[in-house]
């Protein structure tokens, strides 16, 4: 899975989130994760297996 990091918008609008300075801790061991894909207010039945490897 791909996650994007989204700091603003450009053009007319020119508005940005201020920049952090999160520092991303690398995990000794991963953490398992189960996750599932909601569509409205529904989850749908399959569940995804991943895992959390660094945190901010």
Do not use: H, W
């Not at 061991?29 to 909601?38: A, D, G, H, S």
Request: charged share 15%.
């Amino acid at each position: 899975m791909t996650i994007c990091e989204i700091c603003g918008i450009g053009s007319k609008y020119n508005l940005f989130l201020p920049q952090d300075d999160e520092t991303i801790v690398i995990l000794n061991q991963e953490v398992p994760v189960e996750y599932t894909i909601l569509q409205g207010k529904y989850a749908v039945r399959t569940v995804f297996i991943g895992a959390l490897i660094s945190l901010s």
